[in-house]
């Protein structure tokens, strides 16, 4: 079974502080994606990565950054934590144009 | 950009009935997906579609290209079937992330 597992359930942060999201998938695949989840809005692409060091911008990119230094290991960045990032993010690995499968969320909390 | 609409938003059945969920889009795509999200926020992919119809156990998905629309058929509904039912696409042919459609929100009643 593919295996997608992400660093935290839940998490509170403060305004201004930096954040790390970890991604870790077990199944080698290329692709990884980061989505995040908010009520009346659904699920919205972040960014995502089709390799090592290969980032591509998804449809809300602002506010965030990333790093894929390992092929398992996708990472989401919040340079400086802001409320409106209050969200839960999942992540999600797909081989090449496959069915995605997906980690069991980050339930983010800005103070 | 895709824009994917679901309908309908809410649904309440009862144990047994047949179940229908309807998804559109607006742009021609690659893929098709059917993902189940249950409260804690765990998603799965139920199915991936690029043309014809699918089945697996109760579930059946399908897909008309020419008209841009998929149903999510559930037959003989279960209470444990009670989740979100989300479609999302993929329009381009490498490895693009999807576009969701906000969800379709399912009871089933014992």
């Known amino acids: 079974d593919v295996k997608v597992t992400q660093s935290s359930r839940y998490l509170v942060k403060r305004t201004g502080e930096k954040v790390f999201l970890e991604c870790v998938q077990d199944?080698?695949?290329?692709?990884m994606f980061w989505y995040r989840q908010d009520p009346g809005l659904g699920l919205r692409l972040i960014y995502f990565?089709?390799?090592?060091?290969?980032?591509e911008k998804g449809d809300i990119p602002e506010g965030y950054s990333v790093s894929r230094e390992k092929k398992e290991r996708f990472s989401l960045i919040l340079e400086s934590a802001s409320t409106n990032q209050t969200s839960m993010y999942l992540c999600?690995?797909?081989?090449?144009?496959?069915?995605?499968?997906f980690g069991p969320g980050t339930r983010l909390t800005v103070l | 950009k895709n824009e994917v609409e679901q309908s309908p938003q809410n649904l309440t059945a009862q144990e047994g009935e047949f179940i229908t969920i309807n998804c559109s889009y607006s742009?021609?795509?690659?893929?098709l997906h059917w993902l189940q999200q249950h409260p804690g926020g765990g998603i799965v992919s139920l199915f991936m579609?690029?043309?014809g119809k699918k089945k697996h156990g109760r579930l059946i998905a399908t897909i008309n290209i020419q008209e841009k629309h998929s149903s999510l058929h559930i037959t003989a509904s279960h209470p444990r079937d009670s989740a979100v039912y989300i479609c999302a696409v993929r329009s381009g042919g490498g490895a693009d992330g999807l576009t969701f459609g906000k969800g379709t929100h399912l009871i089933i009643q014992p």
């Open positions: 742009v021609g795509i690659s893929a």
């Open positions: 579609l690029s043309s």
């Open positions: 990565s089709y390799d090592v060091k290969m980032k």
């Open positions: 199944m080698d695949h290329e692709n």
């Open positions: 999600a690995s797909s081989l090449s144009v496959g069915e995605q499968f």
